[in-house]
Structures are given as structure tokens and as C-alpha cells.
């Protein structure tokens, strides 16, 4: 007793930190891998070590199809998914961001994602007992596959894997691929052992996967986006007292800046890595050959506008201008 009345008094006052479990797929050094260590960073360095948060990549703890319900019964507390990852959930509306060629650039897609089409979408979470806090990019998305996917009769036959997606089941079939669904962590090995003929992601994923040492060609299409939506607990973050709440707020704020600048510039690099290596031939589309690819993915669009919702696909139109064949 006398040795703990000799403590200093803070010693032994000193609550807790709050842990922040902060589970994702992709690897470490992908844009949304650095982006959860960014947070990580600043969250403990501003609430001065009273929250506490563990980073785990690479589907460390849990795989895409396991880590919404982690979330939900507070397994964990923070994911990014993939925006195709609130479909299942009963939130189509997120699959508006998978329609083909619906972006043309990140001005377009800041139009929505920072814009108030984006803020409703997140609002349609809650119910599920998710606060959305964030958007995140990757990229845009090139196509991979042991052959060279040029013509839109490339794809013929082609076993395509792609993240569990209505849009995307579509887009795969609108150019006569065969879609197939598979986890991320198990795609490199689909690739290898022929389970799959290629698939689809922002070079990034392609390069840091090593998914480039078993494709022979990387079609530089940039069809489609990758991004992810940064979610919490609902419990849990309304629960968290308000100074930190507001501190992790601004940490997410600055975290966002950080994920969505360096993006662009890791897809570059990892491009030009995959190029560097050899492994993979990369190959341009002409602006005919980008056209016919459009056209032909148009029907995504068509087949999927009742099932997402007119009214959010239109504002989304809207907002970036586009014009459907």
C-alpha cells in the first residue's frame, strides 16, 4: 500500500487510450493503405496518445466479404470498403460509382464525392448502424488480362474477375467476358493457376499485389473508378467524448487530403514500375477503340439504372456532364 501511495497520482489515474481497430484489404503501401497510417499519425499525435489506433492491411483480420459485420458488431471500429461493398448491405445506390466511363476525370468524380450527391449517399448508411466519414480514392481502373484486350471482341470469353457488383457482373457481360467473383486477397493466385484470365483495378492494387508478374498485358483503359468510403461504428463514434470525436474529425479532414493527392501519383509510379519490370506489356487504346468500349458498356448503364435508382444516376449525370450512347 505504501509503495502505491508513492506513485505519482497521474500514474495511477491515467485512463485508457481509446483503441481504434482500422481494418482494411489492400496492401500497406497502396493510396489507402498510407492514407489509414496517415490517420493513424495524426489521431495519436493530436489527442496526445488518448486515443490509440491499430492499422491492419492486407486483410490482416478480415476479408472483404467479413469485415461489414465485423464493423457492424463493433469487432472492429473503422474500415474503408470499396464503394461496391454497400450494395449487399441494401445501399445500391453506392454501385452508381461502378457504372463504366461515368467519370472522366477527378474533377468530375470531386464533384460528387465532395460534393452533395456524395453526402447523401452517406446518409443512407446510418440505418445500418454506419457513420460515413469520408471518401477516399484509388484511381481508375485498367484491365489486365494473358491476352491483349484491345477490341471489344477481345473480351470474348475471357474469365474477368470482379468485386461483388451488379454494375460490374454487367459491365463484364456487356463485352462478353464471363465475370467472376472473387475476394481480393485471393485474386493474384486466380491469376496464377488460371482460375481467372485477368481482371480489373487501379495499377496500384495491380503493382503492390504483384498481380503484374502474372498478366501479360495492362490495357490503360481507365474505364471505371476505385474508391473507398472510410466508415465507422455508429455506436461507437457517437459514443467517443466530443473533443476527441472533434479532433478525429479534423485528423480524417486532413487524411482524406493526403489519400486523395498522393493517388494519382502512386498510380503513375506504379505504372511505370510495372512497365520498368517487364513482366507486363502495356498497351494504349486509340480514341476509336475508348469509343467502341463506351458504346458497348453503355448497357451497364441501362440495365442497372432501375436497380441503383434514376434519380441518383441522373444527379450524377448531371454533375459530370455525361452523356449516355
Known amino acids: 500500500m505504501a ?14 487510450p ?25 489521431a495519436e499525435e493530436r489527442t496526445k496518445g488518448r486515443v490509440k489506433v491499430e492499422v491492419y492491411p492486407n486483410s490482416q483480420l478480415y476479408k472483404d466479404k467479413e469485415e461489414m459485420e465485423a464493423l457492424q458488431l463493433g469487432a472492429v471500429q473503422m474500415l474503408a470498403p470499396s464503394l461496391a ?8 445506390e453506392f454501385e452508381v460509382f461502378d457504372l463504366p466511363f461515368i467519370f472522366d476525370n477527378y474533377q468530375e468524380l470531386h464533384k460528387v464525392t465532395q460534393g452533395p450527391v456524395g453526402a447523401k449517399l452517406l446518409k443512407k448508411l446510418e440505418p445500418k448502424g454506419i457513420l460515413g466519414l469520408a471518401y477516399w480514392d484509388n484511381g481508375f481502373k485498367v484491365m489486365s ?6 477490341a471489344v471482341s477481345d473480351f470474348r470469353g475471357q474469365k474477368m474477375r470482379i468485386q461483388s457488383s451488379k ?20 485474386v493474384y493466385q ?5 482460375v481467372v484470365d485477368g481482371t480489373e483495378n487501379p495499377p ?38 466530443a473533443d476527441i470525436r472533434t479532433i478525429l474529425e479534423g485528423c480524417m479532414r486532413d487524411a482524406t487530403k493526403y489519400a486523395n493527392d498522393i493517388a494519382k501519383k502512386d498510380n503513375d509510379e506504379a505504372l511505370a514500375a510495372v512497365k520498368k519490370s517487364g513482366r507486363s506489356q502495356l498497351i494504349s487504346l486509340t480514341p476509336q477503340e475508348r469509343a467502341a468500349w463506351k458504346k458497348a ?3 451497364a448503364h441501362k440495365d442497372n439504372m432501375g436497380r441503383i435508382g434514376v434519380g441518383i444516376v441522373k444527379e450524377v449525370y448531371a454533375a459530370t456532364g455525361y452523356n449516355p450512347n
Open 85 to 92: 461493398k454497400f450494395a449487399p448491405l441494401g445501399v445500391k
Open 204 to 241: 496500384s492494387n495491380l503493382y503492390t499485389q504483384k498481380m503484374h508478374e502474372v498478366q501479360k498485358y495492362v490495357t490503360l483503359s481507365d474505364h471505371g473508378y476505385l474508391g473507398y468510403a472510410v466508415i465507422v461504428n455508429k455506436k461507437f463514434w457517437q459514443g467517443l467524448p
Open 3 to 16: 509503495a502505491a501511495l508513492a506513485l505519482p497520482l497521474n500514474a495511477v489515474a491515467a485512463p485508457a
Open 145 to 150: 488480362a494473358n491476352k491483349p484486350l484491345k
Open 167 to 186: 454494375v460490374l457482373d454487367s459491365q463484364m457481360r456487356s463485352v462478353g467476358a464471363m465475370p467472376q467473383v472473387l475476394a481480393f486477397s485471393e
Open 190 to 194: 486466380a491469376l496464377q493457376t488460371g
Open 297 to 299: 458498356m453503355d448497357k
Open 18 to 42: 481509446i483503441v481504434i481497430k482500422f481494418s482494411h484489404v489492400v496492401a500497406q503501401h497502396t493510396p489507402k493503405g498510407q492514407a489509414a497510417d496517415y490517420f493513424k499519425k495524426l
